[in-house]
């Protein structure tokens, strides 16, 4: 889709990718974005093109709220992430829900309550559901993180069919380890939040149903499309 003369919504958007995200939308001509996050209070608005909403993706009152404010969104970033299930073995039920909430009930149900105003919109709408390249692939190190993101990009993929028919379409954002809060005090290579979002944004006017926006996602997504297996030996260490 053309970025430029867009209204946007950006989950997460207070800091780390989503803050960038916005960045880059309005670098590429948004009209509006809306910058949604747990408390709208911590949104820099320096932008007039910005508008700070409050919105936690497990909450449904929320999302309904911001859903009938936001009636003119035409492209939806489903950002907002945590990172609180690693090791599968190790991990508790309620650190596993937690990730669960967020990434697919939260993203799920984000989704749905902005079906209505995408479809009005002129021309067609787009979804960007930012999962993660972990999702294609378990890392061990994140495993129920990754699970999560896996049951996320699998909701992507059963959206993609029923939103097409409402002339909306879902990308799927793939990015490897950003230098964020969420991995700062894990030794990895980073990218910068500010790269992976400038590419993100290219990707969703390309209209790339899979997005790799860094280069190692760019790098691991030829191995996963020559043999999955591979990926997953790759993101496993062995």
Not at 170 to 197: C, H, Q, Y
Not at 224 to 230: E, V
Request: proline share 5%; hydrophobic share 45%.
């Amino acid at each position: 889709m053309q970025i430029e003369g867009t209204v946007a919504l950006v989950t997460g958007a207070n800091r780390g990718l989503g803050k960038a995200i916005v960045a880059a939308l309005l670098a590429a001509g948004a009209e509006k974005v809306y910058a949604a996050a747990r408390d709208e209070r911590t949104i820099v608005a320096q932008d007039p093109r910005i508008v700070p909403v409050t919105l936690d993706v497990t909450k449904p009152d929320q999302i309904a709220a911001v859903a009938a404010r936001a009636r003119d969104v035409t492209l939806l970033v489903n950002n907002a992430g945590v990172c609180t299930s690693y090791n599968v073995l190790t991990t508790s039920t309620a650190e596993l829900d937690t990730d669960y909430r967020t990434h697919v009930h939260g993203t799920l149900d984000v989704v749905r309550a902005f079906v209505p105003a995408l479809a009005r919109a002129p021309g067609r709408a787009t979804v960007v559901n930012v999962l993660s390249l972990a999702a294609l692939a378990n890392v061990p190190t994140f495993g129920g993180y990754s699970a999560s993101k896996a049951a996320a990009y699998s909701i992507t993929q059963a959206l993609r069919s029923e939103l097409r028919k409402q002339g909306i379409d879902i990308l799927a954002a793939l990015p490897g380890p950003i230098d964020t809060d969420m991995v700062r005090n894990f030794s990895m290579p980073k990218s910068s939040p500010e790269d992976a979002a400038r590419s993100l944004v290219a990707g969703i006017e390309r209209g790339d149903e899979e997005i790799f926006p860094d280069p190692l996602s760019q790098q691991m997504s030829v191995v996963w499309n020559q043999n999955p297996k591979n990926l997953e030996r790759a993101l496993a260490g062995s």
